[in-house]
């Protein structure tokens, strides 16, 4: 009764382990079980006669499961947590992957350009324009103007160079000028005319005091070409050529290079001279001729006497520097 018990509690052990190797090697002894078994069942209890053989059957135990045949075993589970891979392919591999791109660098900041270098002025070369006037003394000017000053404008273009690296500058140039008065003679109805036209030669000794403010004394020597006429009921006029020499000295201000453009290395600037001084020209003997035309008789005119046409002067003028 322990066998027959005993041994179906192994088998039913077995089947729930699986089918493993232990299962199959008591799978003989489970056979012998049942066939004791059906043999006790066959016979009649003796401490039980009469009774019925269902009962006896009812309380055997109940037959042992047959055993998994080998090819239909189910495969251990693997102790392995990844699975089981043997056998199984092997993975692959991972792509390489490429490096980040990374941002395209950030190029440095343009360097600045440096300003030009200094450029020392060795030279210069002035282009100006400029108006004067003329203090006249004589008192015979008085028959061409009411007043004494004599007015005249021009133009003139210098060239000067420094001396041994130094604040004097030394040069010369030229220079024309036009003088032009026209008056009655003391309020009478003899209209008086003059007119001049002036060429000259210029000298001119500068001194840099700063950059940008110069003094200068100048001197101008050439001819004086002009006319005098006098109208009336007749015409009357004189051509006339007498010396002309001036001088003057003055300040001149100009724009620095520090405020210009390009600043030491500027090669062009403008300014304003202011100059005082004294002008000298050649006396006038004045005798106009009479314009008679095919007049038969011919007249004549008498002297009217000497003209003297010298003063103080001053001049402004502008001019545009070339370094």
């Known amino acids: 009764m322990i066998t027959s018990t005993i041994f179906p509690f192994l088998a039913t052990l077995g089947s729930a382990l699986g089918a493993t190797p232990a299962a199959a090697l008591m799978a003989?002894?489970?056979?012998?079980?049942?066939?004791?078994?059906?043999?006790?069942?066959?016979e009649p209890s003796a401490a039980e006669p009469g009774s019925e053989p269902a009962t006896d059957a009812a309380s055997a135990p109940a037959p042992a499961p047959a055993p998994t045949p080998a090819g239909d075993e189910e495969p251990a589970a693997s102790s392995n947590p990844f699975g089981d891979?043997?056998?199984?392919?092997?993975?692959?591999a991972p792509a390489p992957t490429s490096p980040p791109l990374s941002a395209a660098p950030t190029p440095p900041p343009a360097a600045p350009i440096p300003p030009p270098p200094p450029r020392p002025i060795?030279?210069?070369?002035?282009?100006?324009?400029?108006l004067g006037v003329s203090m006249i003394q004589d008192l015979g000017y008085r028959a061409f103007a009411e007043r004494r000053n004599l007015p005249e404008y021009g133009t003139s273009?210098?060239?000067?160079?420094?001396?041994?690296?130094?604040?004097?500058?030394?040069?010369?140039?030229?220079?024309?000028a036009r003088s032009q008065r026209t008056g009655d003679a003391y309020g009478s109805q003899l209209l008086?005319?003059?007119?001049f036209h002036?060429?000259?030669v210029l000298g001119r000794l500068s001194f840099m005091a700063i950059d940008g403010l110069d003094a200068f004394a100048r001197v101008g020597v050439g001819p004086s070409i002009g006319q005098l006429s006098m109208t009336s009921q007749q015409y009357a006029e004189q051509d006339v050529v007498i010396p002309r020499v001036d001088g003057q000295a003055g300040l001149s201000v100009y724009l620095p290079k520090k405020w210009l453009a390009r600043k030491q290395a500027s090669r062009v600037s403008a300014g304003l001279d202011l100059a005082l001084g004294y002008t000298w020209r050649g006396k006038i003997d004045v005798q106009p001729t009479l314009s008679q035309g095919d007049e038969p008789l011919r007249a004549t005119t008498s002297p009217l006497g000497?003209?003297?046409?010298?003063?103080?002067?001053?001049?402004?003028?502008?001019?545009l520097r070339v370094m």
């Open 122 to 130: 060795r030279w210069r070369l002035d282009f100006g324009v400029g």
């Open 192 to 195: 008086h005319s003059l007119e």
């Open 198 to 200: 002036e060429p000259r």
């Open 306 to 319: 000497a003209l003297s046409l010298h003063g103080f002067s001053w001049g402004l003028g502008l001019f």
């Open 85 to 92: 891979v043997t056998g199984a392919e092997p993975a692959p």
């Open 28 to 42: 003989p002894a489970s056979t012998e079980a049942a066939d004791v078994a059906s043999e006790t069942e066959s």
């Open 157 to 176: 273009v210098m060239f000067d160079f420094r001396l041994a690296e130094g604040r004097i500058f030394l040069g010369g140039g030229l220079a024309y």
